[in-house]
């Protein structure tokens, strides 16, 4: 069953922490995407990558980390450098590039506490 | 970079009706146009989508409309029904632009009334 996978689908991190969310896919897509939504903001992009070990600034990269070793995977680290991370994340994967249909996991829901 | 306006942010309608919803884009050597349906706590899933080189695209109730001169496009559902409540995203992209990002709309929250 091919799909994009997220985990967790929530997320509790403390102020001053760093956590990562979980990113695969196994559709052996070669793109794939962090967007982060809040209420009302649509989906704003923060990191994509169209191959390995390669990747791109989004709109809203700082305070975001992603890499990418593997094809099937682009986990995205959130750090204590990110001001207002409490919302919700979504990866997203396409084959080459977004002029063909995006696949979104079913998204990770992060809360500063 | 591109820029994609989007609206009305909510639109009700009783069921039966059509919805139409709106969508600006500022770079002219874009594209590709999706429209996305998230509904309450899933994913965005592709509804339709439109290239440049058509003007009009329909898929049973819903169609999608392209004006590249004047640099809009829209999304007609007719016939509403209730599981067409949801929040709907367009798009753009530029895959000549170098940076092949898809830029999204803010949304549209539509309720569609028994």
């Known amino acids: 069953d091919g799909g994009i996978t997220q985990s967790p689908k929530y997320l509790f991190r403390k102020e001053g922490q760093n956590v990562t969310l979980s990113c695969e896919q196994n559709?052996?897509?070669?793109?794939m995407y962090w967007y982060r939504q809040d209420p009302g903001q649509g989906l704003r992009l923060i990191y994509y990558?169209?191959?390995?070990?390669?990747?791109q600034k989004g709109d809203i990269a700082e305070g975001y980390s992603v890499s990418r070793e593997k094809k099937e995977s682009f986990p995205l680290t959130v750090t204590s450098a990110q001001k207002n991370p409490t919302a919700f994340y979504l990866c997203?994967?396409?084959?080459?590039?977004?002029?063909?249909?995006?696949?979104f996991g079913q998204g990770t829901r992060l809360t500063v506490v | 970079g591109e820029n994609v306006e989007q609206h009305p942010s909510t639109l009700s309608v009783q069921e039966g009706d059509s919805a139409v919803i709106k969508c600006t884009y500022s770079?002219?050597?874009?594209?590709?146009f999706p429209w996305y349906k998230q509904e309450l706590g899933k994913r965005p899933q592709l509804i339709i989508d439109?290239?440049?080189?058509?003007g009009e695209k329909k898929d049973q109730r819903i169609a999608v409309t392209l004006n590249k001169t004047a640099k809009h496009f829209s999304l007609h559902i007719t016939e509403t029904q209730p599981e067409d409540s949801a929040v709907y995203f367009c798009?753009?992209?530029?895959?000549?632009?170098?940076?092949?990002?898809?830029?999204f709309g803010k949304g549209t929250k539509l309720t569609v009334n028994p």
């Open positions: 997203a994967s396409t084959r080459r590039s977004m002029n063909t249909e995006a696949f």
């Open positions: 559709l052996n897509h070669d793109a």
């Open positions: 990558s169209q191959i390995v070990n390669d990747f």
């Open positions: 770079d002219s050597a874009s594209n590709y």
């Open positions: 439109i290239r440049s080189n058509v």
């Open positions: 798009a753009a992209s530029n895959p000549q632009g170098g940076s092949e990002k898809l830029v």
